[in-house]
T-cell receptor, first 113, second 118 residues
Framework: IAGITQAPTSQILAAGRRMTLRCTQD?????MYWYRQDLGLGLRLIHY???????GKGEVPDGYSVSRANTDDFPLTLASAVPSQTSVYFC????????????FGEGSRLTVL | AQKITQTQPGMFVQEKEAVTLDCTYD???????LFWYKQPSSGEMIFLIY??????QNATEGRYSLNFQKARKSANLVISASQLGDSAMYFC???????????????FGQGTELSVKP
């Protein structure tokens, strides 16, 4: 089934550890995004990539980094996890069409202790 | 700065009745897009409907319609003939920019949890 695959689905992590959330899409979309979802705050944009080889900062980029070596993959790295990064992380892609509709992965639930 | 506000944390509706979920936005841009997404208890995000700021007609997608009132900066979602499967969290969102290929940079509201009663 075409779409976005995120891994892991769920992870418990000790504070200070490094963690990479993986995201792969097979729709050949140029644009990809990482959002975090927190109760009462909705979804907030962490980082984005308009096309392979480029990345940009969103609303809440601190403590996170991304790379976009190719069209399909857009990993999100927490260099040194902190408890405030406990959240559900969604990867999404867009074909850049008129509506900018986002196609979301199923989310990765991360708990930092 | 752009902002999306959903003032209804939770809503109840009787099955088969219509329901309106409120969304107001704030932006100084003349060109923007508005979205509604549904998040069922399983957690995935599902696109429902889109309205461009220059669209003169309200967007409709099946049982979903977007009541766009530009002067009031509101973009309410109307669900007609509610079904039990409509029980979910609903998010209103707005684009940061209408530049091509950057339309997926969205600002989301806090969400409204809709419960449909049988």
């Amino acid at each position: 089934i075409a779409g976005i695959t995120q891994a892991p689905t769920s992870q418990i992590l000790a504070a200070g550890r490094r963690m990479t959330l993986r995201c792969t899409q097979d729709m050949r979309h140029n644009a990809m995004y990482w959002y975090r979802q927190d109760l009462g705050l909705g979804l907030r944009l962490i980082h984005y990539s308009n096309t392979a080889g480029t990345t940009g900062k969103g609303e809440v980029p601190d403590g996170y980094s991304v790379s976009r070596a190719n069209t399909d993959d857009f990993p999100l790295t927490l260099a040194s996890a902190v408890p405030s990064q406990t959240s559900v992380y969604f990867c999404a892609s867009s074909d850049g069409g008129d509506t900018g509709e986002l196609f979301f992965g199923e989310g990765s639930r991360l708990t930092v202790l | 700065a752009q902002k999306i506000t959903q003032t209804q944390p939770g809503m109840f509706v009787q099955e088969k009745e219509a329901v309106t979920l409120d969304c107001t936005y704030d932006t100084s841009d003349q060109s923007y897009g508005l979205f509604w997404y549904k998040q069922p208890s399983s957690g995935e995000m599902i696109f429902l409907i889109y309205q461009g700021s220059y669209d003169e007609q309200n967007a409709t997608e099946g049982r979903y319609s977007l009541n766009f009132q530009k002067a009031r900066k509101s973009a309410n979602l109307v669900i007609s003939a509610s079904q039990l499967g409509d029980s979910a969290m609903y998010f209103c969102a707005m684009t940061y920019t209408m530049i091509y290929n950057q339309g997926g940079k969205l600002i989301f509201g806090q969400g409204t949890e809709l419960s449909v009663k049988p």
